[in-house]
């Protein structure tokens, strides 16, 4: 199952588990209630992704990854307007820059599949 998949086998639910599930359940829901399916496939990509890699996370690591996914599903809630087709905010150039290379170049990967998946979806 998925959260076998994201606990991996056999692991006891600690509240702070609880809370990381609880989370990445939310934002998969939200996806598949508002994303249209290219957008979707990508995000649900990612979040699945990113969950994965921070599961044995540390506490400060961790709660800084708890914070920043929970502000976006703050703003994909705000933004799941069905007659709105945009989602997302523009990072600040301060946020940007207080990435690690690695984030940079994800983040840059991400950038061109999104427009990719884009001009898909709106027949360019």
Known sequence: ST???????????HPDHLAFLSLYRRILTLHRKTLPDP????????VKSEFRLHKTAMSPQR???????????????KQAVPSEAKFGISM???????????????LDELKEEALEQGRKWSGN
């Open 63 to 77: 709660a800084k990854f708890m914070a920043e996914w929970q502000s976006y599903l703050k703003v994909m809630e």
């Open 39 to 46: 957008i979707r496939s990508l995000g649900d990509s990612y």
């Open 92 to 106: 600040k150039p301060e946020q940007v820059l207080a990435l690690s290379p690695e984030q940079q170049a994800k």
């Open 3 to 13: 959260w076998g998949n994201i606990l991996g086998g056999g692991m006891t639910l």
